[in-house]
């Protein structure tokens, strides 16, 4: 209750109030639970002794040949002044007649409501001012007796109130040592999360670098310091990009626009014949599309809005892609080399089919048979498509020079371009594009070298 109105409070003292409360209803609840049940005990006890007395001093009356009253007192005085059983008093009535009684009764036993209940009930028990009662019902030699035995539990009661003092003392230090405890254990408890906040607080896009400890401070803080760690690895990358991406793409598009303008500027100056307009209006239209081109890479690149389930996508035949972009490339490079083999099991259909965005897929193949005609040595390239019930790959293979440790690293970031690439055109936008379609299909794409040749290799899952 004392945290609803307030919503303020460190970690540290929620844990430590919801803690201490706790703990101060359980001491109190068990504290209170002692006290109840020695309580009952102690009720229980002296209403047997009660019980026991009343049959010794029935039996000493009537079934022991009627020992006189005044023997019985002489037994009752040595009972008292032996401090055994101090202030209880017997007496016994047969009907409404006095038996027997104590020399010390000042106040007469007799209730005609409680006799009429023990005859019914053989015995009850209750209880007179300070005094408690056992009452007795018996029959002898047709003969009804009752048996009243009355007295104040002294002892009994003196260790109860001892008992419910040394239980308030108790309660009260009990609580003062527990909160302290519980201060210091939840303190020391939360110290991890205190730390993990502070380091968390020297974390900026500036240090993404910096990673959590995930050792040494418990099960759960480990955890929690991994997890964090690997989405600072994912925003380091995210930024990285974002950042790498602004730069490359502001000098890309600043070449085409520059060229642009200063055609333009060109055209506007001078007084151009119909010959050189026309040529003016080729490079125009030329940088415009180069423009287009690195325009619609990007957008493919940084677009984010697009689901990677390749599930989501319908089912398209995968061998008649792969020739829709061989014939394409054919078109762009006429004198190009581009062959075709199935392997696997081609002959069953459902092999060949992947759920693709044919579009987006076509244009990743076109990219992949560009790159590998642009940098082949021998304008020749392969393409192998292996297909069977629980894979379908794809390699497109051509001979060139092998990639350098850095090529091979940095070959699908965008902007990117080799050291092989000074004498080819392009953006270094192509193969990071197929990359981003590829993983959009929830398919991997790989680079290796074997046999003299580099071998790009789709794998769709």
Do not use: C
Request: no cysteine; charged share 20%.
């Amino acid at each position: 209750m004392i945290l609803k109105g307030n919503k303020n409070y460190s970690l540290r003292v929620r844990f430590a109030l919801g803690f201490g409360v706790l703990f101060t209803v359980f001491l109190a609840s068990t504290l209170i639970f002692i006290y109840i049940m020695f309580a009952k005990f102690r009720k229980n006890e002296f209403y047997t002794r009660l019980h026991d007395r009343g049959q010794a001093f029935y039996k000493m009356v009537i079934d022991e040949d009627r020992i006189d009253n005044q023997q019985m007192h002489l037994i009752e005085k040595k009972l008292f002044s032996s401090g055994i059983t101090p202030r209880i008093r017997v007496m016994i009535f047969s009907d409404t007649s006095v038996i027997y009684s104590p020399t010390n009764n000042k106040t007469s036993l007799y209730d005609p409501v409680l006799f009429a209940d023990v005859r019914k009930k053989k015995q009850v028990v209750t209880a007179k001012g300070d005094e408690e009662i056992i009452a007795s019902f018996k029959e002898f030699n047709g003969q009804h007796f009752y048996v009243v035995v009355a007295g104040y539990d002294q002892w009994g009661k003196t260790k109860l109130d001892f008992l419910k003092w040394l239980m308030i003392a108790v309660y009260v230090s009990g609580l003062l040592i527990g909160w302290v405890a519980i201060f210091f254990f939840v303190k020391r408890a939360i110290k991890p999360l205190a730390v993990l906040k502070d380091n968390l607080n020297n974390i900026t896009h500036n240090n993404l670098h910096i990673r959590l400890p995930e050792t040494g401070q418990g099960e759960e803080v480990n955890s929690l310091s991994a997890n964090f760690n690997q989405m600072l690895s994912r925003l380091e990358q995210s930024f990285s990009f974002q950042r790498d991406f602004v730069h490359y793409a502001s000098h890309e598009l600043r070449t085409p626009l520059t060229a642009m303008v200063n055609l333009t500027e060109s055209a506007v100056n001078n007084k151009t014949s119909n010959g050189q307009s026309e040529d003016i209006f080729k490079q125009l239209l030329s940088q415009q599309k180069r423009l287009a081109d690195i325009t619609n890479s990007l957008l493919l690149i940084s677009d984010q809005k697009v689901s990677g389930n390749g599930q989501a996508y319908p089912m398209v035949r995968l061998d008649e892609i792969i020739f829709r972009s061989v014939d394409i490339t054919k078109d762009l490079f006429p004198d190009a080399d581009i062959t075709v083999n199935i392997e696997g099991n081609p002959s069953n259909e459902s092999f060949l089919l992947i759920h693709a965005n044919e579009p987006l897929m076509l244009m990743a193949f076109n990219n992949l048979l560009k790159n590998a005609l642009q940098y082949s040595t021998d304008r020749r390239v392969k393409v192998v498509v292996g297909v069977n019930h629980n894979y379908k790959e794809i390699r497109f293979i051509n001979s060139g020079n092998y990639f350098t440790n850095e090529d091979k690293s940095k070959m699908f970031t965008p902007f990117y371009r080799g050291s092989n690439a000074n004498r080819i055109k392009g953006h270094g936008l192509g193969l990071p594009l197929v990359k981003q379609i590829i993983q959009l299909h929830s398919a991997a794409i790989r680079y290796t070298y074997e046999k003299d040749a580099n071998v790009f290799t789709i794998s769709f899952y």
